[in-house]
Structure formats: structure tokens, C-alpha cells
Antibody
Framework: QVQLVQSGSELKKPGASVKVSCKAS????????MNWVRQAPGQGLEWMGW????????TYAQGFTGRFVFSLDTSVSTAYLQISSLKAEDTAVYYC??????????????WGQGTLVTVSS | SSELTQDPAVSVALGQTVRITCQGD??????ANWYQQKPGQAPLLVIY???NRPSGIPDRFSGSSSGNTASLTITGAQAEDEADYYC?????????FGGGTKLTVL
């Protein structure tokens, strides 16, 4: 079945970097774009941006430029989110989600199980 | 970027019908999707497009829209429907989520 499996929880110190992986199975990674979504503790879902899995071209939402990088390794069907210069406010669960459809009729399905990144000294 | 506005909390008696609404300019040109999220779990797609249910989603879930407002209706709410619900749509910058509605089943 179509599935996205993310890497495990991370505990990092402020100023460090983290790389979250999202491995796709049950379909070809390059057939669908991949999105990243952040959920801070007790908060709602926030769209971070997406990566075109054919061209590896990323698009970042407002507020997610500079320290956030989306990348791919198509040889292992995996998308990555890297966050550098971590701050306490980056503490959140990060989800990857495949986008299905096109233009005004598009939706996210499935989602990865989420990766908790905790930033604390 | 645009915004989608949801009521923070809604309650419904067991077996009754509840409607969760979502308002935003992007809904005038894009379809709304709805996700259910239970504590400690990833969001789950329950409605996409005009009124489509993924395989495995009970038919008590339905969607509708008019103008800048989209609605998720649960007809005959069950205890297991207690969760957070998020609307979602395409906008000019990419995609946008509503702030979420916490549904309590009494």
C-alpha cells in the first residue's frame, strides 16, 4: 500500500541542524509532489512548502525561507527536510504528505507518521 | 497568502448531526479538503474535492460548499469521531490550512 515512513524523534540543541527523512513506498516518488507541514505543540497545521519530485525544485512558504531546505534522494525514494540554526520555536512535529490531483482540485494523501523535533539546551 | 477560518470548538450529542464550517477567499476558486486528526496521530484525509470520501471513510462524513464557505457534515456522530478537523485548500501561494475545529462528542 502507499505509505510514507518518517525518521524518528530528534532532540537537538539550539544552533544545531536536523535532517528529517520521509521514505515513500507503494508508488514512485517522482510521480507526485511532496509537501512538508509543521505542527507546533498544541497548535494547528502549517504548510511549509513543497518539492517537485521530478525536478527537485523546492518552493517554500512564507516564514520558511533561509533555514529550511527540502531535498530528495530518488535512488532510495526518500524526501528530506533539513533545518539549520535550530531555535526553541522550531520544536514541533514535522509531517511529509504526498499531494494528489492538480491545481484547484488537489489534496494531501497519505501523510507520514510525523517526526517530533525538540530543540532544547 | 490567504487564510481559512474555522470555529475553534464544536460539540455534538452522540448520534446527532454536526456541521463544521470553513471560510476563506481561496474557497471561491479551489475545492476544500478535510482532515481528521486524533491525539498523537497524523492527519487523515476524510473528504476531498467537492464531496469525495477516500476508501474506508464512513459515509456519515460529507462535504459541501457555497461561495467562500465549505462545510464538513457528520450525520450520526459517533464517539470515535471526536477529533480535531482541519480544512485545506489550494491558494495563490501553494496550500493553506484552517486553524482547526475541536469536535467533542457528548
Amino acid at each position: 500500500q502507499v505509505q510514507l515512513v518518517q525518521s524518528g524523534s530528534e532532540l537537538k540543541k539550539p544552533g544545531a541542524s536536523v535532517k528529517v527523512s520521509c521514505k515513500a513506498s507503494g508508488y514512485t516518488l517522482t510521480s507526485y509532489a511532496m509537501n512538508w507541514v509543521r505542527q507546533a505543540p498544541g497548535q494547528g497545521l502549517e504548510w511549509m512548502g513543497w518539492i517537485n519530485t521530478n525536478t527537485a525544485n523546492p518552493t517554500y512558504a512564507q516564514g520558511f525561507t533561509g533555514r529550511f531546505v527540502f531535498s530528495l534522494d530518488t535512488s532510495v525514494s526518500t524526501a528530506y527536510l533539513q533545518i539549520s540554526s535550530l531555535k526553541a520555536e522550531d520544536t514541533a512535529v514535522y509531517y511529509c504528505a504526498r499531494v494528489v490531483g492538480a491545481s484547484s482540485l488537489s489534496w494531501f494523501d497519505p501523510w507520514g507518521q510525523g517526526t517530533l523535533v525538540t530543540v532544547s539546551s | 497568502s490567504s487564510e481559512l477560518t474555522q470555529d475553534p470548538a464544536v460539540s455534538v450529542a452522540l448520534g446527532q448531526t454536526v456541521r463544521i464550517t470553513c471560510q476563506g477567499d481561496s474557497l471561491r476558486s479551489s475545492f476544500a479538503n478535510w482532515y481528521q486528526q486524533k491525539p498523537g496521530q497524523a492527519p487523515l484525509l476524510v473528504i476531498y474535492g467537492k464531496n469525495n470520501r477516500p476508501s474506508g471513510i464512513p459515509d456519515r462524513f460529507s462535504g459541501s460548499s457555497s461561495g467562500n464557505t465549505a462545510s464538513l457534515t457528520i450525520t450520526g456522530a459517533q464517539a470515535e469521531d471526536e477529533a480535531d478537523y482541519y480544512c485545506h485548500s489550494r491558494d495563490s501561494s501553494g496550500w493553506v490550512f484552517g486553524g482547526g475545529t475541536k469536535l467533542t462528542v457528548l
